[in-house]
């Protein structure tokens, strides 16, 4: 069975840092997701990683697929207010696709 | 336009009320979804359709029933509320192989 765990769930953090948010997955997955969600929003599609390796950059946020550490990051780059928001991540297996807990981020003006 | 649509917005109602919320797609994909987001947030799947063929059935109550007349659409329908059903149903939808999903706006439901 297929489980996606991330951490932190909680993150607070200065503007201007760096931070990573960590998803483990559990078993192989086709591909991983990463997902934004702003307060009484739905949920925006950031990023799909689909190979051993894969980076993608959109602004300050970066992610990364390590399939044999079943890892993937979400690296957030000299943090702005504006990314204040909860970041899922997502794997899927046999068109399943689980979510993880999600990461609530608040990022301190 | 919107990709993917859901009415109604908001849908306050009473313990044991029948009530139904559609969404719909206009993006063409062939696969739609229903997802359970709870007060902590936690987003869970509960049913998935590819072509008007339900391919997911997770666990959850008989009490849910989709119903997807088209690949366009695919409707919730509740029987019997309890107050345990409140939280926010999104609706998605996506290419099946291709995975990236799409979210509609979230559908309140509160039971009283």
């Known amino acids: 069975e297929l489980k996606v765990e991330q951490n932190p769930l909680f993150l607070s953090m200065q503007e201007g840092k760096n931070y990573t948010i960590y998803c483990n997955y559990s078993?192989?997955?086709?591909?991983l997701y990463w997902y934004r969600q702003d307060p009484g929003k739905s949920l925006e599609s950031l990023f799909v990683?689909?190979?051993?390796?894969a980076v993608k950059q959109e602004g300050r946020l970066m992610a990364s697929l390590d399939t044999k550490a079943r890892l993937s990051t979400l690296h957030i780059t000299a943090a702005v207010h504006d990314l204040s928001a909860t970041y899922f991540c997502?794997?899927?297996?046999?068109?399943?696709?689980?979510f993880g807990k999600g990461t609530r981020l608040h990022i301190l003006p | 336009d919107t990709a993917v649509s859901q009415t109604p917005k908001y849908l306050v109602t009473q313990m044991g009320n029948d009530k139904s919320i559609k969404c719909e797609q206009n993006?063409?994909?062939?696969?739609m979804y229903w997802y359970k987001q709870d007060s902590k947030k936690f987003l869970k799947i509960m049913f998935s359709?590819?072509?008007?063929?339900?391919?997911i059935n997770e666990t959850v109550p008989n009490r849910f029933s989709p119903k997807s007349p088209d690949k366009a659409h695919l409707n919730l329908h509740i029987n019997s509320l309890e107050l345990g059903d409140s939280a926010v149903y999104f609706c998605?939808?996506?290419?099946?192989?291709?995975?990236?999903?799409?979210f509609g706006p979230g559908t309140r439901l509160t039971v009283t």
């Open positions: 998605a939808s996506s290419q099946l192989g291709h995975g990236e999903q799409y």
């Open positions: 993006l063409g994909h062939d696969t």
């Open positions: 078993t192989t997955s086709d591909r």
């Open positions: 997502a794997a899927n297996r046999d068109d399943k696709i689980i």
């Open positions: 990683l689909l190979s051993n390796g």
């Open positions: 359709y590819n072509n008007k063929e339900l391919i």
